[in-house]
């Protein structure tokens, strides 16, 4: 989450006057995250106090967000714990503020957990495999925005802010991953609509229970096991070096195969899928760490963290 677009109390307060929600009574940017505007809205509606989050999408357009809006209505139809968009009297859950497309959703209860157990990996494996069976009959489409297409777009944008060496290493896990990518195991892997970003921060604890996942946002069509895999790399790891932890490991995937079984495929091609989830993020934080764009509120992420990724994924080769 950031703040690039500075929105107003009084323009806050009509679009949650116009949605039904309530009078503000509170609302504070937020300064984590580095694609959207986001605010923490608080109203209060027959003596209640409500908690939402206020959205305005930067780089999304109004042609490609009711792939993600409708799809968190579709999860949270099925029983997932997600935030849900609210309509206004005609239905609408896309909105306009400040001339930008906007979304208010609930705020999920709990917190997030940084320094994950093996009981936690397993309820956040358990959830992603229920989300990808739950969204099986979703009826739109959309691919992977920040897939190999854009992979191999943006190399070579962010090869001129590198190290001889760390160019290296990024061409080269690039032109493997395209190699995978064309391989007759790799095109038939199960596929369908992925959450492609379930990081510890965007997954939400009520004490022990998973309370809920949010941060849609990077959603699209891709392969189920991509977004295992970029699971793996977040949940299972040590953060200071990227190495895997095995009991963090085997209890996420043990309580995902438990809901949904792997195929043969997915088995030979995860540690390949791994080292793709580790490049995909390298790729989007050296882009945004040398190609920043201008926000009131904004901390882009260290790309080092997801060269230590992936350079540890290749290591277990």
């Known amino acids: 989450m950031a703040v690039f677009t500075e929105v107003s109390r009084d323009e806050a307060a009509d679009l949650m006057q116009r949605l039904g929600l309530g009078r503000l009574i509170d609302m504070a940017g937020c300064a984590g995250g580095i694609e959207n505007t986001n605010y923490f809205v608080s109203t209060e509606r027959e003596g209640q106090r409500l908690e939402w989050v206020l959205t305005l999408f930067e ?52 917190a997030s957990v940084l320094a994950p157990e ?32 854009w992979w191999n777009e943006t190399v ?13 290493l990024l061409q080269a896990e690039l032109a493997y ?15 369908g609509p992925v959450h492609a970003d379930l990081f510890r921060d965007n997954v939400m604890f009520d004490g022990e229970r998973l309370s809920g996942v949010f941060d849609f946002y990077f959603a699209g069509c891709d392969t189920w096991l991509f977004d295992l895999a970029v699971c793996l790399n977040d949940w299972c790891i ?12 085997d209890a ?3 309580a995902y195969e438990a809901v949904r079984p792997l195929t043969a495929s997915e088995r030979q091609l995860l540690p390949a899928l791994r080292r793709a989830g580790a490049l995909r993020f390298w790729i989007s934080r050296l ?5 920043p764009r201008q926000a009131a ?21």
């Open 156 to 168: 070579p944008v962010i090869l001129p802010h590198l190290q001889p060496e760390q160019a290296r």
């Open 118 to 149: 093996p009981a936690h990996c397993a309820q956040v494996g358990a959830m992603l495999a229920r989300m990808h069976l739950a969204a099986r009959d979703y009826d739109r489409e959309q691919p992977n925005l920040r897939g190999l297409a």
């Open 252 to 254: 996420l995937l043990d």
């Open 287 to 291: 882009w945004d760490w040398y190609l």
């Open 177 to 191: 991953q395209n190699h995978i990518a064309a391989s007759p195991a790799y095109q038939g892997l199960p596929r």
């Open 59 to 110: 780089r999304l357009s109004a042609e490609q967000l009711p792939f993600y809006l409708h799809l968190m209505k579709h999860l949270a139809g099925k029983g997932i714990p997600v935030p849900d968009p609210q309509a206004d009297a005609a239905g609408a859950i896309l909105h306009t503020v400040k001339g930008k497309p906007a979304a208010v959703v609930n705020r999920l209860q709990g």
């Open 238 to 249: 040590d953060l200071s070096t990227g190495a895997a932890d095995p009991a963090r490991t």
């Open 297 to 317: 509120v904004l901390k882009p992420h260290d790309p080092a963290h997801f060269e230590r990724v992936l350079r540890a994924r290749l290591a277990e080769c």
